[in-house]
């Protein structure tokens, strides 16, 4: 772990150079640049006010805006760990011609999506103008809910990325598992609909706690969860993140042979 | 005495034969279900045993047949691959110009390149800014430093390329093949600055090639490797008078 940060800090340069050739990229060649991280998640809102306020009737007048709450957070996990999956295999050029710590190749995509994420959070400020809800002091728990997400999300990633350079079919079941993911995730419910002997079973995911906290930072809710089943989640973001520093370390080694 | 900078003990590598690799998990788990072992059993040795030390102000010619590992091992010393068994221990920063335009990227300036070239081996923008008159006026493409990379022919690549590896002072400077797209005049140029950087005794430099007149003149030592093995090292005489490398004499 300390020798991670290490690695980090002493290729601080090259990590910061990727993360903004990566956001560079993004957005290249595009007229409208950094709206489009506004633009989908806001698309989001307009399917998803069709679907359930227009059509299916659902009496929650901000159910759009608990469900942009619930896909920001999620497209960030999402991207992290779909991005750093395939870290090594798409660098494969360079990681072959000159030495850089491994683990840049995977932090620097971590980094760079959570600036694409802090840019599209803009998206919600509108909202809440239309909502009249002004956020209050529960709004520092969006900083763990964030930061334990994304440490949750690299251990993932960190874990993939080696696995993928040693079975390429990672990348695809990754896609796959993540669109279910989507759904076994309180995104466009809330985790009060997940009762009985579920629930227990369905709140060891991690991103459901952090999503629901997220959520709930923002619109000074209740937020309906134990404090002990959040101390879960936290311990668990934490191993998970533990468990892929370890096995990159293990793994890296060999996974690079196969580049 | 001089200090060692470069211990290698040892060092043995294998690569995954690709035509045995697994393609995939389902591969991988018939294989293991009819019990003939994964993928991993089948492997080529690209170095079997490597002993090397290499001192202080030493300049290194590695030369052998295409195949014998001398990329491999290059790799190996730079921290590319690590060994499968044995150790390589090095000293001090290391500057590396495995192939041409490793580092590079092709839609960004040559001066863009420049700092992700620097970024990679450690140096903030700034320090690059500071070496950057010396890289340009080394590389002589002044005027083509806004232009971007995939505009560049190769023999300006490597000018580049070469002129940001020696720019930075490393202690260990690694060449493989890099030079040998240069015109002579860049060739002279490149040449003389490794002997001024040697020339303090301060970096030492591992350089692979196939031209015995630039060995002869760069290297204070000549190792061959064979089949993955160091077969012989010492000078130019001892080792040019047991294998010399095809090409122009």
């Known amino acids: 772990m300390i020798a991670l940060l290490q690695k980090l800090v002493g290729h601080q340069y090259i990590l910061r150079n990727f993360i903004a050739r990566d956001l560079k990229v993004k957005y290249r060649g595009t007229a409208l640049g950094y709206l489009w991280s506004l633009l989908e998640p806001l698309s989001l809102v307009a399917i998803y006010y069709f679907l359930f306020v227009v059509v299916m009737q659902v009496h929650d007048p901000i159910y759009p805006l608990t469900v942009v709450l619930g896909v920001l957070p999620y497209n960030l996990l999402a991207a992290i760990i779909q991005s750093g999956a395939t870290a090594l295999v798409g660098n494969?050029?360079?990681?072959?011609?000159?030495?850089?710590?491994?683990?840049?190749?995977?932090?620097?995509?971590?980094?760079?999506?959570?600036?694409?994420?802090?840019?599209?959070?803009?998206?919600?400020?509108?909202?809440?103008?239309y909502y009249r809800i002004v956020p209050g002091p529960q709004l520092l728990w969006l900083v763990p809910a964030v930061v334990l997400l994304v440490l949750f999300g690299t251990g993932v990633a960190l874990f993939l990325a080696c696995a993928n350079a040693i079975y390429r079919d990672v990348a695809y079941l990754v896609r796959v598992v993540m669109r279910i993911y989507f759904y076994a995730s309180p995104i466009i419910y809330s985790v009060d609909r997940v009762q009985g002997d579920l629930r227990e079973w369905y709140l060891l995911n991690p991103a459901a706690i952090w999503i629901s906290v997220h959520r709930s930072a923002i619109l000074e809710r209740p937020l309906g969860l134990e404090l002990r089943q959040v101390a879960v989640a936290a311990v668990v973001s934490v191993l998970v993140f533990v468990f892929g520093a370890w096995s990159f370390e293990r793994w890296e080694k060999k996974a690079v042979k196969f580049l | 005495m001089s200090e060692v900078v470069i211990a290698i003990h040892d060092v043995h590598?294998?690569?995954?034969?690709?035509?045995?690799?697994?393609?995939?998990?389902?591969?991988?788990?018939?294989?293991?279900l009819l019990g003939r072992g994964t993928g991993e059993d089948q492997k080529f040795w690209a170095l079997r045993g490597i002993e090397l030390s290499i001192t202080r102000g030493e300049v290194i010619g590695l030369v052998g047949k295409n195949g014998s590992g001398k990329s491999t091992l290059l790799r190996v010393i730079t921290g590319i691959y690590a060994p499968d068994r044995g150790t390589v221990e090095t000293k001090g920063r290391i500057s590396s110009l495995l192939e041409l335009g490793a580092g590079f990227r092709e839609e960004l300036s040559g001066d863009e390149n420049i700092t992700l070239n620097g970024a990679i081996l450690g140096y903030s923008p700034q320090e690059m800014a500071q070496l950057r008159p010396g890289i340009v006026e080394f590389s002589g493409l002044g005027e083509f430093m806004a232009q971007p990379l995939r505009t560049y022919s190769s023999g300006m690549r490597a000018r580049l390329g070469f002129a940001v590896a020696a720019a930075v002072r490393p202690d260990i400077l690694i060449i493989d093949e890099a030079l040998a797209v240069g015109d002579a005049e860049f060739r002279a140029k490149s040449m003389a600055r490794i002997e001024a950087l040697t020339a303090d005794q301060n970096t030492t430099v591992v350089i692979v090639?196939?031209?015995?007149?630039?060995?002869?003149?760069?290297?204070?030592?000549?190792?061959?490797?064979?089949?993955?093995?160091?077969?012989?090292?010492?000078?130019?005489?001892?080792?040019?008078?047991?294998?010399?490398?095809?090409?122009?004499?």
């Open chain 2, 13 to 32: 590598l294998a690569f995954p034969l690709v035509r045995f690799r697994p393609a995939g998990i389902k591969e991988a788990f018939l294989k293991r």
């Open chain 1, 92 to 129: 494969a050029g360079l990681i072959r011609r000159v030495y850089i710590p491994r683990e840049v190749f995977v932090v620097s995509a971590v980094g760079s999506n959570l600036v694409v994420y802090l840019l599209s959070l803009g998206v919600v400020v509108p909202l809440l103008f």
């Open chain 2, 209 to 249: 090639s196939h031209n015995e007149a630039e060995l002869r003149r760069l290297c204070t030592r000549l190792v061959l490797l064979e089949r993955g093995q160091v077969v012989i090292s010492g000078d130019a005489e001892t080792v040019f008078g047991r294998y010399r490398p095809a090409g122009p004499t």
